[in-house]
């Protein structure tokens, strides 16, 4: 107990030391925000080879960005469009952060100073097709290479140093397709998908995108938020979407493609999955299902009571249920009467041949039309034997009158499936 106590204690310094740390981090990050006291600011550049992961976000793929709990990516798709790329420019700005943003060719095209003002603010600019098509996932792979080029060649186009555009692509509408995806993999771009929208191409109040932004993100606690500029209610709760970031104590990650002169940030594996595998989660380790197969049910035996486990008091689910045998049947039901098991005179060849085999049947009804011919056990079953029960009192418990009743049928499958 001693033990416990002082580990606990250790634990409650470090978290204290922890929560000191976090509440210092944005008073650090806003230093770096001159003019702009109360800022959230860019916690961290991270630097990434698409090579190494090629498909990105959890939206739609096993991996996504190697960030630590509570960071998140902001990216921005389908500007720019001066009107309101230009207010959500402003609100990062006097913020200090640094987004991504997916440019489509045509806007490229029609304001190329909105790519020129991203460059020089400092995002990354990735591309989002040429025309923002919703059929990549199943348009023609040429048609598809086509619109990731046009995409690029404008953008870059309208940049004073294409070299400055990130070999980032996010599909129209996310709408992948296996092809369109090794195509850009096989040019070095990758694919980013997302780990949750807040919905703001939908026709909702800017109060209703800041909820889910913050809901989607808390309920992942880290992950890559995707947004767009264009849109008038994403500049309406960006900045309430931001002062909440700050409260709730994230930081934003700003990332950029690896080149000869910066190299990828050093990363594991297992931090490119949303929750990589813990000693708390023990699930991670449990061996995958087996894979049953019920092919052969028809001539397995059926359980015999010993299967049924009834010496055992508590008994897994995964048993079979009590069965009538197994049952208190004498405490809850009346014992039969014995004449309810009386077969009327005549009617044995009738009861025998719906009741027993063909062969038996005959057998047996050869047997009663000769009563006095053998000691058989068609014999014993005259009909002088109705009266002879009749006289007799009927059984006092169940199990006498089970051995006259039908055996309650068993099923085999509750036992095939503790396999
Ligand atoms: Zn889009």
């Given at each position: 107990?001693?033990?416990?106590?002082?580990?606990?204690?250790?634990?409650?310094?470090?978290?204290?030391?922890?929560?000191?740390?976090?509440?210092?981090?944005?008073?650090?990050?806003?230093?770096?925000?001159?003019?702009?006291?109360?800022?959230?600011?860019?916690?961290?550049?991270?630097?990434?080879?698409?090579?190494?992961?090629?498909?990105?976000?959890?939206?739609?793929?096993?991996?996504?960005?190697?960030?630590?709990?509570?960071?998140?990516?902001?990216?921005?798709?389908?500007?720019?469009?001066?009107?309101?790329?230009?207010?959500?420019?402003?609100?990062?700005?006097?913020?200090?952060?640094?987004?991504?943003?997916?440019?489509?060719?045509?806007?490229?095209?029609?304001?190329?100073?909105?790519?020129?003002?991203?460059?020089?603010?400092?995002?990354?600019?990735?591309?989002?097709?040429?025309?923002?098509?919703?059929?990549?996932?199943?348009?023609?792979?040429?048609?598809?290479?086509?619109?990731?080029?046009?995409?690029?060649?404008?953008?870059?186009?309208?940049?004073?140093?294409?070299?400055?555009?990130?070999?980032?692509?996010?599909?129209?509408?996310?709408?992948?397709?296996?092809?369109?995806?090794?195509?850009l993999i096989s040019r070095g771009i990758q694919v980013w998908s997302a780990d949750f929208p807040a919905d703001d191409w939908r026709h909702i109040a800017s109060d209703?995108?800041?909820?889910?932004?913050?809901?989607?993100?808390?309920?992942?606690?880290?992950?890559?938020?995707?947004?767009?500029?264009?849109?008038?209610?994403?500049?309406?709760?960006?900045?309430?979407?931001?002062?909440?970031?700050?409260?709730?104590?994230?930081?934003?990650?700003?990332?950029?493609?690896?080149?000869?002169?910066?190299?990828?940030?050093?990363?594991?594996?297992?931090?490119?999955?949303?929750?990589?595998?813990?000693?708390?989660?023990?699930?991670?380790?449990?061996?995958?299902?087996?894979?049953?197969?019920?092919?052969?049910?028809?001539?397995?035996?059926?359980?015999?009571?010993?299967?049924?486990?009834?010496?055992?008091?508590?008994?897994?689910?995964?048993?079979?249920?009590?069965?009538?045998?197994?049952?208190?049947?004498?405490?809850?039901?009346?014992?039969?009467?014995?004449?309810?098991?009386?077969?009327?005179?005549?009617?044995?060849?009738?009861?025998?041949?719906?009741?027993?085999?063909?062969?038996?049947?005959?057998?047996?009804?050869?047997?009663?039309?000769?009563?006095?011919?053998?000691?058989?056990?068609?014999?014993?079953?005259?009909?002088?034997?109705?009266?002879?029960?009749?006289?007799?009192?009927?059984?006092?418990?169940?199990?006498?009158?089970?051995?006259?009743?039908?055996?309650?049928?068993?099923?085999?499958?509750?036992?095939?499936?503790?396999?």
């Amino acid at each position: 107990m001693i033990g416990s106590s002082v580990a606990f204690r250790t634990r409650s310094w470090t978290v204290l030391f922890l929560g000191l740390l976090t509440a210092a981090s944005p008073a650090a990050f806003a230093a770096e925000c001159p003019g702009h006291p109360g800022a959230l600011g860019t916690s961290r550049t991270l630097v990434v080879d698409p090579h190494l992961h090629p498909r990105i976000g959890t939206m739609q793929y096993r991996e996504t960005l190697p960030l630590k709990d509570h960071e998140v990516v902001l990216t921005f798709d389908d500007g720019p469009l001066p009107k309101n790329s230009n207010q959500v420019l402003q609100i990062l700005a006097d913020e200090c952060i640094k987004a991504t943003f997916f440019i489509i060719g045509e806007q490229a095209k029609a304001n190329p100073e909105g790519v020129r003002k991203l460059v020089a603010a400092g995002h990354t600019v990735g591309t989002h097709s040429m025309n923002h098509p919703l059929t990549f996932d199943r348009m023609p792979l040429d048609k598809a290479e086509a619109q990731i080029n046009g995409g690029i060649e404008w953008t870059s186009a309208a940049m004073t140093d294409p070299s400055k555009l990130a070999p980032f692509f996010r599909i129209p509408g996310l709408m992948r397709a296996e092809g369109v995806e090794n195509l850009l993999i096989s040019r070095g771009i990758q694919v980013w998908s997302a780990d949750f929208p807040a919905d703001d191409w939908r026709h909702i109040a800017s109060d209703r995108v800041y909820q889910l932004a913050i809901q989607r993100l808390e309920a992942k606690g880290k992950g890559i938020l995707l947004l767009h500029d264009i849109q008038a209610r994403t500049v309406a709760a960006l900045p309430k979407i931001i002062r909440d970031l700050k409260a709730r104590g994230y930081r934003i990650v700003h990332v950029v493609p690896a080149t000869a002169d910066q190299p990828a940030t050093p990363t594991a594996a297992v931090e490119w999955l949303l929750h990589p595998p813990t000693e708390t989660t023990p699930i991670a380790r449990w061996p995958s299902v087996p894979n049953f197969v019920f092919t052969q049910t028809a001539s397995l035996p059926a359980p015999g009571l010993a299967d049924l486990n009834t010496q055992t008091a508590h008994q897994p689910l995964v048993l079979p249920r009590k069965t009538m045998a197994q049952a208190d049947v004498a405490a809850t039901l009346p014992a039969p009467e014995r004449d309810l098991f009386a077969i009327p005179e005549g009617s044995v060849e009738v009861l025998l041949s719906t009741t027993l085999s063909r062969r038996a049947a005959t057998r047996l009804a050869m047997a009663a039309e000769a009563p006095h011919a053998g000691k058989g056990k068609a014999a014993k079953m005259q009909p002088r034997r109705t009266a002879h029960a009749a006289a007799h009192p009927a059984p006092k418990h169940a199990a006498q009158a089970k051995s006259t009743a039908p055996r309650p049928t068993r099923v085999a499958t509750g036992v095939k499936k503790r396999a």
